[in-house]
């Protein structure tokens, strides 16, 4: 069935280092979304990527859409201990559905010590 | 209210033991899903709301779990029987849209009930 994947399912970083995640789809995607988790939270949602190969940034995120729509990256340039949690990316289902999303199983950033 | 509340936020349950969940999404929402989250796991769907109509419930794993929406607005989800296996976060969200168009929306989530089957 269809799957959203997520590379790494762990990153350590030290604070100040950058960190990326990266999600792949085995289904050409219309749009992927982004959610933080906080250790203990609910998902937030961070942001949605509808174009082939689009870019956004929000201050230290930067996320890309890829050409072919079935890979996105959610990229933090110098970490920040508040940017600690799990990442996840979303897309919709291809069933004839325009509501329901498969997640990724998210990838955890720590921040050592 | 001002976002997605959820109660109770914990629930120690014998085997056995019937339990509810409730989910007060945020006001006009049309949308209201349920996640199971396992720890390490992404959510994974349950069941979908448009208004009053369960529109999919493909999700839920077995029949004794059951969820309804009856004015629109709260919802419950219902575990019969409950197992070991049962055990894990229950996430509600809510978003603004419904069918109309392709657009999928930002999905605004509930703290979650996390549900522990003894």
């Known amino acids: 069935g269809q799957q959203v994947m997520q590379i790494p399912q762990y990153q350590h970083v030290q604070e100040g280092e950058d960190f990326t995640t990266y999600c792949n789809s085995s289904?050409?995607?219309?749009?992927i979304q982004w959610y933080k988790q906080r250790p203990g939270g609910h998902p937030v949602f961070l942001i949605q990527?509808?174009?082939s190969g689009e870019v956004k940034k929000q201050k230290r995120l930067t996320f890309q859409f890829g050409e072919a729509k079935k890979n996105s990256s959610l990229h933090i340039t110098a970490t920040q201990t508040t940017d600690v949690g799990t990442y996840f990316c979303?897309?919709?289902?291809?069933?004839?559905?325009?509501?329901?999303?498969?997640w990724g199983a998210g990838t955890k950033l720590i921040i050592k010590p | 209210g001002a976002g997605v509340s959820q109660s109770p936020r914990y629930k120690v349950a014998k085997r056995g033991q019937d339990v509810a969940l409730r989910c007060d999404p945020i006001s006009g929402h049309v949308s209201l899903f349920w996640y199971q989250q396992a720890l390490g796991q992404g959510p994974e769907f349950l069941t979908y709301f448009q208004n009053e109509a369960q529109l999919d419930k493909s999700g839920l794993p077995s029949d004794r779990f059951f969820a309804e929406r009856p004015e629109g607005s709260v919802s419950t989800l219902k575990i019969q029987r409950t197992q070991q296996e049962d055990s894990a976060v229950y996430l509600c969200a809510s978003s603004i849209g419904g069918l109309a168009g392709r657009s999928y929306n930002e999905q605004f989530f509930g703290p979650g009930t996390r549900l522990t089957v003894l």
């Open positions: 990527l509808v174009k």
């Open positions: 979303a897309g919709p289902s291809v069933r004839d559905s325009n509501y329901q999303l498969i």
């Open positions: 289904t050409t995607l219309s749009n």
